[in-house]
């Protein structure tokens, strides 16, 4: 029977070519996303490659629309064996600047999301005993950045979720976690992050206005040289989360570039993909539930 996989955030970037690669690769893959009225270039671009994806609407920030859906899937196939929560957005402005209702929705998006939709998928992989959680992170799960702050602190708290899941849920019921954290991407969640700051008064007259411009800048150039070692595509980034699912032991951890690698080395020098603290945790309130070798 052919695993089942679930993605997040489908309609453009890393989740489109993640959803056609998983099914590439075998897996009946359901391709979710909040508006399927934007489903037409995913459905072009699998027949151009010669698969079929499954498209159902799932707006993560609705507890309804999760549930619904992803209980849909499971009545239908008996099992989710993979889940990436894959949608996100990103969030460029100063503490000061943000909006209660704007910080709100940062942290709705990249961190409630990921805790509803796993929260939905858990009941059946922990009866079956398998399943895998694959979280799309970032570098700035790990290391916070200038005018980054609300969006780092979502995505290390989605970071600590998942790390303190992964200390008992996994050893326990044999439901694997990992971690995806990806440096720039090309793709429009760059475009869509500086539209939806200027779209919201755009850079405010005040202290904070030259060091800002220092930020966008040096973004500009690193874009306008396309990316270097920086940015990467959507496809190499999605090409490594199925690389990833298709690992019979994963790493907690996973950076996917050594632009990003280099970024969070202090933080990751002696722990490169997490196991070791993971194990310690384990051993240290569990008594060594469960051995991750």
């Excluded at 992170?137 to 980054?148: A, D, E, T, Y």
């Excluded at 007259?205 to 930020?215: H, N, S, T």
Aim: proline content about 3%; aromatic content about 6%.
């Amino acid at each position: 029977m052919k695993k089942i996989a679930v993605v997040t955030g489908t309609s453009s970037g890393v989740g489109l070519h993640l959803a056609i690669l998983l099914a590439q690769r075998g897996y009946t893959t359901v391709a979710t996303m909040r508006n399927i009225s934007k489903q037409d270039a995913l459905l072009a671009e699998a027949e151009k490659q010669g698969v079929s994806v499954l498209v159902r609407q799932l707006d993560v920030q609705d507890d309804d629309s999760v549930q619904g859906c992803l209980q849909a899937v499971i009545d239908e196939f008996g099992q989710i064996d993979l889940l990436v929560n894959n949608a996100g957005a990103g969030y460029v402005r100063s503490t000061e600047q943000a909006t209660k209702a704007e910080i709100d929705e940062v942290f709705d998006i990249n961190l409630m999301g990921v805790i509803r939709c796993t929260r939905a998928v858990l009941p059946t992989m922990r009866v079956r005993r398998q399943g895998h959680i694959i979280n799309i992170s970032s570098v700035g799960g790990l290391v916070g950045q200038p005018f980054n702050e609300l969006y780092c602190a979502a995505k290390f708290a989605v970071e600590g979720y998942t790390e303190a899941l992964a200390t008992y849920v996994q050893p326990a019921f044999g439901i694997l976690f990992t971690l995806i954290e990806p440096g720039g991407i090309r793709s429009e969640f760059v475009n869509n992050v500086m539209e939806k700051m200027n779209a919201t008064g755009g850079v405010a007259e005040d202290e904070y206005q030259p060091i800002l411009a220092r930020y966008r800048n040096s973004m500009q150039q690193r874009a306008a040289a396309g990316g270097g070692e920086v940015y990467q595509s959507s496809e190499e980034v999605a090409r490594i989360v199925a690389d990833c699912a298709g690992m019979e032991k994963p790493p907690l951890r996973l950076r996917t570039s050594a632009w990003a690698e280099d970024l969070c080395r202090y933080k990751t020098a002696n722990d490169p993909d997490g196991s070791l603290q993971q194990q310690m945790v384990i051993d240290m309130f569990l008594q060594g539930i469960g051995k991750m070798e």
